[in-house]
């Protein structure tokens, strides 16, 4: 960012420009390289039963 301090009335440029530069499909491999943003194959058992009652459970 520049040296301009930001407008509070300006929340919306803020939340554009920032949606904008994360979903760049370079930024997303950058911040997909740092360890903080990497997300995990692994599952916690207890989850994955969770989740494969949610799918036998039939549609409301």
Not at 6 to 32: S, V, Y
């Amino acid at each position: 960012m520049t040296g301009k301090t930001l407008d509070p009335q300006n929340n919306e440029t803020l939340a554009e420009l920032l949606r904008r530069q994360l979903t760049n499909k370079i930024m997303r491999r950058h911040l997909g390289a740092l360890p903080l943003f990497r997300t995990e194959r692994w599952i916690p058992d207890d989850m994955r039963a969770l989740l494969k009652k949610l799918d036998r459970k039939p549609p409301k």
